[in-house]
């Protein structure tokens, strides 16, 4: 019999794969976000995320609200 593998990804890979487009699901409200420009929105929380390009790793900023 074979061993059941793990199905939970660390923050850092969920926020990659939103990044790749791999990901569709917004992380603090779970709605569809829109990808435009480089930029990363959630219109139903207006969360943000934006890839920092520029050093040797993308470096992820994320611009949220609370409230």
Same mark, same amino acid.
């Given at each position: 019999m074979s @061993?059941?593998?793990? *199905?939970h990804r660390t923050l /850092?890979? /969920?926020l990659q794969a &939103? &990044?790749?487009g791999a990901s569709? /699901? $917004? *992380?603090? $409200? %779970?709605?569809?976000v829109l990808?435009? %420009? %480089?930029?990363v929105t959630c219109p139903e929380c207006? @969360? $943000?995320l934006r890839a920092e390009l520029g050093s040797a790793e993308t470096q992820l900023q994320s611009e949220t609200q609370a409230g």
């Open positions: @061993s059941v593998a793990p *199905l /850092e890979q /969920e &939103l &990044l790749r569709m /699901e $917004c *992380l603090v $409200c %779970g709605e569809f990808h435009a %420009g %480089g930029m207006n @969360s $943000c």
